[in-house]
Structures are given as C-alpha cells and as structure tokens.
C-alpha cells in the first residue's frame, strides 16, 4: 500500500512534555506539534489524558489565526473557536457545517425570556471568541462506530472508512510523541516516518 502524501508530514518539529511521570511515559502526555505549510507554520497541541475525563478527555487542538479547533472522536469534547476579527461564518451556518453555541449572556437572556437590552449596565467581555459546534450527534459510544465499520469491511458488507494507509500516519506520529517523552527531545520528523 502506498500512503496518500499530506503536505503538513513533510517534515515536522516535535516536543513532548509528561504531565504525570510516576504514571508512565504514556499515561498523562502533552505535545505541541509544529508543521511548515505553504502559508506559514502550523501549531497544534495534542493531549492524552487517561487518568481524568476533567480538561475535554483525548483531543488533538489546531490553533489558527482566524479559529481554533479542538477534534476528538467524541463530538462533545469538539469545538470551534473563532476569533472576533475573523471573516463572518454565515455560509457555514446555512450548509449547517458549523452549529453556533450561544454566549453565557445569550444563553442568560434566552433563559429569561427577554431579549439583551442594551441600555442594561453589565460587564463583557470584549472582542469575545465564538464558539461553535459540529452538527453530530452519535447514539453509541464513539469506539462502537469503528468496530461496526471494521466487522462489517472484513465481510465485505461495506468499505473500510479508515484504510490503513490514510490512518497510519496519526497512528505513526502517537508512537513518535512516545518515543520524544521517553528520549526526552524535540523529534525532527520527515516524510518517510509516516510510509506505509
């Protein structure tokens, strides 16, 4: 198999910290991960938290210039940050590709039945990120859905929705934060690290 060639895999700095280190080099871990892009460099944080569900569990968070996103499998610990300077998102909303999450003082007005007044004396918060949602909802535990899928491709009653060459590079870059915790070094990594 050949793997599909994702520009951000290039090459790639990377640095791990151990939150935790009497629970074991792979417990409680913390990486950022630095990708050059055609545009500039990319930064993302990845985090693995196997001791607490406290902090938004497991989840890999891509930080931008115009919006953040936090991805895990479990859409509840998913969002969208965008910043207030950042173009309007109004298509996205239309396609129903992005479900806005209301404000503490959205939600406080919505509560009591009254619209903001703007002559009301109260403090804000200025140029407030917005937050926003992935229109999924799951019905089973986000694993369920992976084994169905994978039971289901082995009896040919449908494809694979995650091939091994276009997984394999996340499963590859999980082993190389490993080893940068247990070498205790930032990794430069390259293209070949993550062939199939």
Request: aromatic share 10%; hydrophobic share 40%; with cysteine.
């Amino acid at each position: 198999m050949k793997a599909r060639t994702n520009p951000f895999f290039h090459t790639m700095e990377m640095g791990a910290t151990q939150a935790a280190a009497k629970l074991g080099p792979d417990d409680n871990v913390g990486a950022m991960l630095v990708y050059p892009y055609h545009e500039g460099v990319v930064r993302a944080t990845f985090q693995l938290m196997t001791t607490t569900s406290a902090g938004g569990g497991n989840f890999e968070h891509f930080m931008g210039t115009e919006c953040s996103i936090r991805i895990s499998e479990d859409p509840r610990w998913t969002k969208i940050y965008r910043e207030p300077y950042a173009p309007a998102w109004d298509r996205l909303l239309e396609l129903r590709l992005l479900v806005k999450e209301l404000s503490a003082l959205e939600k406080a007005a919505k509560a009591a039945s009254k619209p903001v007044d703007i002559h009301e004396v109260r403090a804000e918060e200025t140029g407030q990120v917005t937050l926003y949602n992935l229109p999924i909802v799951l019905d089973k535990s986000p694993a369920l859905y992976h084994l169905e899928n994978f039971f289901g491709a082995i009896r040919a009653q449908c494809p694979l929705t995650s091939p091994a060459d276009e997984v394999f590079p996340s499963e590859a870059l999980v082993w190389k934060v490993i080893e940068a915790i247990e070498a205790r070094k930032t990794l430069d990594l390259k293209a070949q690290d993550f062939a199939v």
